[in-house]
């Protein structure tokens, strides 16, 4: 067999799987979707002795756009879910427009927003844009919790805020200023591969054009995902022009990613596709901030 | 490491098996149920040759553990047709030539049915997109995609 022998526990509430990990913490693992952890146990590249399946948790799995006006979900919503919500395509749109991109329908039927965002793989899609809709991530143990930002969890190379008995439980998306235009592109080899870079951007504009806040958040071109700043800062109070868009989108590939090349695109390959998906990103999100005055 | 036993529905047949919970569910099919209709190429869930539906939904079965199926309901691809009474989708692979050595087909075909079923009439751009995850060496994927228009199509005729 290709695992490793493990104990398998597969707690049916929330409050048991808090129990069971304050139990095993640092040996056993969370099970979500196991579309990331499953295959490095396949080659054996972890070896957990404890598996702890949250499929059964049936409290992690709820959806629900709250009166605050913003998106809560559970940690073992799908993708599929997300994909396909219309609450999520009313409440974070750039989330349901991301959603296509990660990996591949049948993966996607499996795979968990949990999972993915305590996984923290650099190409991957949803740790971006979280950390661009500046959601808020409750991380639970036996009798107590905390509340992390998104930017906050990502700490380094598939390491996060978590602590080896916490369970990420909900994500937090808050509710994006009125007239926030945005928009998600990536690069990948073939659909539904990891990305070789993509850019995720929002921009908010008064009645008259100007920028009133602007983001861009970058995957894949660093060890987390990359927030610019300069970039962004460089719109704020200005009417985003094409050529600004480009200048800004410029910056951010010069000055504020550092990426390392892989066997798939070198470092300079990674900056040259920031450049062009930060500009892409950041004009289809005016365009449509400029269309929601409009209509 | 400690058994568990579990009952599953497979292709509509009660199943009661007592595994160890390290048992990947394609292995499962294949060694403890000789249903090698479901091919394992990669198991690291990229070439969907594995593909099975798991209560009703395309998933790899390479990246599951058997024991996680207790009490669902699961379909392979020798659920489907017969050799005397093919499934349509599997006479319009015949048809359209949409496969040469047949190892991706049982994993191509899972992934279609519930995808034909929600999308009759679909685009070649969907198509392409539906089978994205699943990797064929032999046929360019063009008899592929001609095989699902036909299977579309008889679909909506007999509807
Ligand atoms: C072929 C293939 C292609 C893929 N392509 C992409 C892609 O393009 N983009 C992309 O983003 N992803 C991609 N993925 C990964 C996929 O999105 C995974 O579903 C995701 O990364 C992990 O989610 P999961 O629910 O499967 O988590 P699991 O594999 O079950 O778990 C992953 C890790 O997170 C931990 N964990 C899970 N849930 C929690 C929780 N609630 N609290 C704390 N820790 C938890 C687990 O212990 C484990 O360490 C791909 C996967 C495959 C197999
Ligand atoms: S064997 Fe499961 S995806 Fe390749
Ligand atoms: S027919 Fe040979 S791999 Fe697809």
């Not at chain 1, 410029?250 to 070198?266: F, L, N």
Request: with cysteine; proline share 6%.
């Amino acid at each position: 067999m290709k695992p490793a022998p493990f104990e398998y526990i597969a707690p049916q509430s929330l409050a048991e799987a808090l129990d069971v990990m304050d139990q095993y913490g640092y040996d056993a693992k969370l099970l979500a979707g196991g579309q990331s952890l499953i295959p490095v146990m396949n080659f054996r590249l972890a070896q957990p002795a404890v598996i702890v399946d949250l499929n059964g948790v049936s409290e992690l799995a709820r959806l629900s756009a709250n009166g605050d006006g913003g998106l809560h979900i559970g940690a073992m919503v799908r993708h599929s879910q997300l994909e396909h919500s219309p609450t999520v395509a009313a409440k974070a749109p750039l989330v349901a427009e991301t959603m296509p991109h990660v990996a591949h329908p049948q993966i996607r039927n499996r795979g968990t927003i949990g999972g993915s965002l305590a996984h923290a793989d650099p190409a991957a899609e949803l740790p971006a844009i979280m950390v661009a809709l500046q959601a808020r991530f409750r991380l639970q143990r036996m009798g107590g919790e905390r509340w992390v930002h998104a930017v906050d969890f990502y700490q380094a190379l598939f390491t996060t805020a978590l602590e080896p008995e916490e369970i990420l439980v909900e994500i937090v998306v808050p509710p994006l200023p009125a007239h926030t235009g945005y928009a998600f592109h990536e690069v990948a080899r073939r659909h539904g591969d990891f990305a070789q870079a993509g850019a995720a951007a929002l921009v908010t504009l008064d009645k008259r054009g100007v920028c009133r806040e602007a983001r861009l958040v970058y995957l894949n071109v660093g060890n987390i995902p990359v927030q610019t700043q300069e970039a962004a800062a460089a719109l704020v109070g200005a009417t985003p022009t094409p050529d600004l868009i480009k200048a800004a989108a410029q910056t951010a590939a010069q000055k504020e990613i550092d990426p390392a090349g892989d066997i798939h695109a070198s470092a300079d390959y990674k900056r040259h596709l920031a450049a062009v998906l930060g500009q892409r990103a950041l004009q289809q999100a005016v365009t449509r901030a400029k269309e929601s005055w409009a209509s | 490491m400690k058994k568990q036993t579990i009952h599953v529905t497979i292709n509509g047949t009660e199943y009661t098996k007592t595994i160890e919970p390290r048992l990947l569910l394609s292995d499962f099919l294949r060694h403890e149920l000789g249903l090698t209709g479901t091919h394992v190429g990669c198991e690291h869930g990229v070439c969907g040759a594995c593909t099975i539906l798991f209560d009703g939904e395309p998933v790899r079965s390479c990246l599951m553990f058997a024991v996680q199926t207790d009490g669902h309901t699961l379909q392979t691809v020798e659920g489907l047709g017969t050799p005397d009474k093919l499934h349509p989708l599997q006479e319009a692979f015949h048809e359209a030539h949409g496969l040469q050595c047949g190892f991706c087909t049982p994993g191509v075909l899972m992934t279609l049915i519930p995808f034909l079923e929600k999308n009759s009439d679909p685009t070649e751009t969907e198509i392409r997109e539906a089978i994205s995850g699943n990797l064929c060496r032999c046929t360019g994927y063009q008899h592929i995609v001609d095989a699902v228009k036909i299977a579309a199509h008889k679909n909506t005729d007999t509807n």
